[in-house]
């Protein structure tokens, strides 16, 4: 056996007992619960720490991923150790399922797929937030528009052959845009609102194009 494979085995074994003696001193009332969060918090912080060492001696992608597993952890612990609960662990919790799609991607970009649930993800995380900041009929406008962010990008990338992106996408997005204007009609000053922006759209169009013609 090699020096770096019992280097490797004795790092694990050390690590292994550490977390289960750990775990056997959390299901005790030794140690405060506020108290054994964060030694959660850094446990989990040096079996990252570890399974970085192990990658960099092995290069096997799944130490890599072992590190990333256990820093997230570490990190959803943290969150509810500074009282940060609620939507926001959720947010974490789906950027960080849609973190290594988007590293696949990164590595190898003929990986496309990638970005699809990256980008769900990504999407959920946003829902999760807003929820608890603005009005349900806004929330299902951001899901539309999300909706129909993809089929206006396949569009642009390609306007001749992906033409029919435009239907679904355009569908999607005035549908939202009807939400919008919903709300804002419903609202106390939602008249004033519209008028507001009406005139400032129409002044701000006749001002470009007359500048245009000047120019």
Do not use: C, H
């Not at 494979?5 to 690590?15: A, W, Y």
């Not at 597993?69 to 939507?87: E, K, T, Y």
């Not at 919008?180 to 009609?185: P, S």
């Amino acid at each position: 056996m090699s020096d770096r494979s019992q280097q490797l085995r004795l790092v694990v074994g050390l690590g292994l007992i550490g977390l289960g003696v750990l775990w056997l001193v959390s299901t005790t009332d030794i140690i405060a619960d506020d108290l054994m969060g964060w030694l959660w918090v850094v446990a989990m912080g040096v079996v990252a720490g570890v399974f970085v060492w192990v990658y960099r001696s092995t290069e096997e992608l799944g130490a890599l991923l072992g590190a990333y597993i256990s820093g997230a952890i570490a990190v959803i612990i943290l969150l509810g150790q500074i009282n940060l609960a609620g939507p926001w662990i959720g947010v974490f919790v789906m950027l960080a399922i849609a973190a290594p799609f988007f590293f696949v991607w990164w590595r190898d970009r003929q990986q496309w797929w990638a970005l699809i649930p990256a980008y769900v993800m990504v999407a959920i995380s946003g829902v999760i937030l807003l929820s608890e900041t603005i009005a349900g009929e806004l929330i299902g406008t951001y899901v539309l528009w999300a909706i129909a962010l993809p089929f206006g990008v396949l569009f642009l990338l390609k306007p001749r052959e992906n033409w029919w992106a435009l239907i679904p996408g355009g569908v999607m997005f005035l549908v939202g845009l009807g939400l919008v204007a919903g709300e804002i009609l419903t609202s106390g000053a939602g008249f004033a609102v519209v008028v507001a922006v009406a005139l400032i759209g129409g002044g701000g169009l006749m001002l470009y194009n007359a500048m245009k013609k000047s120019g």
